[in-house]
């Protein structure tokens, strides 16, 4: 079994949107679950936000943002809040 470095924290309007995207939601979840098993998710990522704090992936034509917890009750787990997912219009 592979070795989880990331405990994942979604936003509540990523669930819905994960759910409202049926069989598509499936690919998009599964892709963020992987940052779990990187080391540094953040590597590949486009950096947004204006302090910098904010990492963008495109996956399976949609921008996933997302950043490393800075929260209390997160301090003892290292944890990456998904911030947004965001279908591409094609």
């Not at 963020?32 to 936000?49: D, K, M, N």
């Amino acid at each position: 079994m592979r070795r989880a470095y990331w405990r994942l924290k979604y936003d509540s309007e990523v669930v819905a949107k994960l759910y409202q995207m049926r069989e598509r939601g499936i690919a998009v979840r599964a892709a963020i679950r992987e940052l779990s098993f990187q080391r540094e998710p953040w590597t590949g990522s486009l950096v947004t936000g204006e302090l910098g704090g904010w990492y963008e992936l495109v996956v399976h034509g949609c921008f996933v943002g997302f950043e490393r917890s800075t929260d209390l009750q997160d301090a003892g787990e290292p944890t990456l809040k998904i911030l947004y997912v965001i279908e591409i219009l094609e």
